[in-house]
């Protein structure tokens, strides 16, 4: 593993190859500079093509981020620090969450269970006296 390697999580680690990176002028705070530094990043990862991606991690991941990808292409922007280097940084933070968060395993399948005969009587209980103080409230029968 490299300096610019990314680790996602164990399995895991996107090599800075296939990570490709933009900069721009951003808006927002900085003053003057903000009109000569290209403080704005763009941090794009070629999901759907990179072979660093175990084959079942690619394919949940894919299903999970469809919404974000463009042809298979994850980018992440990050634009809120002044200091480039502090927005290469929250992007490469960001673009590992979200795929760690997409490679995640499903969580266990809840087993279903039958109220106790316990459980069943307190609530029938507790419907018989709620129905006694409302008709407590109503007029009475002459």
Do not use: C, Y
């Not at 949940?60 to 940084?89: F, K, M, P, W, Y």
């Amino acid at each position: 593993m490299s300096d610019g390697d990314l680790p996602v999580r164990e399995s895991l680690v996107l090599p800075s190859r296939e990570l490709h990176w933009r900069f721009s002028r951003a808006s927002g705070p900085g003053g003057q500079g903000v009109n000569t530094t290209d403080s704005r990043v763009e941090l794009s990862f070629d999901l759907a093509r990179s072979p660093s991606v175990p084959e079942h991690l690619r394919e949940r991941a894919l299903s999970r981020l469809a919404h974000r990808l463009t042809d298979g292409v994850l980018t992440i922007v990050a634009a809120e620090n002044r200091s480039q280097l502090r927005n290469r940084d929250a992007a490469r933070e960001r673009l590992a969450s979200a795929l760690r968060g997409a490679t995640a395993a499903d969580p266990p399948k809840r087993r279903p269970t039958k109220p106790s005969a316990g459980a069943k009587r307190r609530r029938l209980d507790a419907k018989t006296r709620r129905g006694q103080i409302k008709r407590l409230r109503s007029r009475p029968d002459d």
